[in-house]
């Protein structure tokens, strides 16, 4: 299989991915976020889910192609540029684009229904990490309306203690400042899926785009699902004013 990129873009990725790995910041977690988020719940910056959609398309990408420069390195390669594209590449799925994800798998899949078949996996694949991100935000989600409700009870009863209580909606901030930059980026791969199912329409059958619009809407529904209980949780603290 033979990959071919643009020089431009290829040394972008490769600066950029060299830089990540030199810097020790491919990997995701609690220590890229600011503000609000450094008080987040540790369900929503560790474990698995949490990498998913938690970075734009090229930070992604180069972030993909930062692990692909460690192993390159390590293999004793001759092309250590090429092999960490083509790692990098891998890595980057729909996250770069309905473009770039488009002429990946053109130049993996000549035929038009073997790409839509790999693309049916990758979203069924994002689809099963939108559900998991769901579940642990569900679980986060439940403790902060909690805690919410706890405090507008001791508002109500005036025995409020305001630092303390300061401190946990400073936490629940945090959290839905997290939830929604990972709902951005879902809402922006599923997008990305509609583009890229709306390239292929000329050449694929009716059925094979019916299926794959079916599954871009199954994704989207479970991001909306997400979004209602983000949004609920958003006005139930924005109702709480402290003294």
Known sequence: MTLTVSASFKKLLIGSAVALFLSGCASTGSSMLSGN?????????????????????????????????????????????????????????????????????????????????????????????????????RQVLADDRARIERIETEIAEQRVNQEAAERELAAIDGNIDILRRDLNNMQRSVTE????????????????????????????????????EVDDLYSMRSAITLG
């Open 37 to 137: 988020q450094s008080a987040a719940d540790p369900r929503l910056t560790q474990g698995n889910d949490a990498q998913f959609f938690s970075k734009s398309g090229f930070q992604a990408c180069a972030a993909g192609a930062a692990v692909g420069v460690a192993g390159c390195m390590l293999s004793g390669t001759s092309n250590r540029a090429e092999c960490a594209i083509i790692a990098g590449l891998g890595a980057c799925g729909v996250a770069m684009g309905a473009n770039f994800y488009l002429d990946q798998r053109r130049n993996e899949y000549a035929s038009t229904t073997e790409r839509l078949e790999v693309m049916s996996q990758d979203i069924q694949q994002d689809t099963q990490r939108v559900i998991a991100r769901t579940e642990t935000a």
């Open 193 to 228: 899926y509609e583009e890229v199912a709306q390239l292929e329409r000329q050449e694929a059958s009716p059925e094979e785009i019916a299926k794959i619009e079916q599954e871009i809407g199954t994704m989207n529904q479970q991001v909306l699902a997400l979004q209602q």
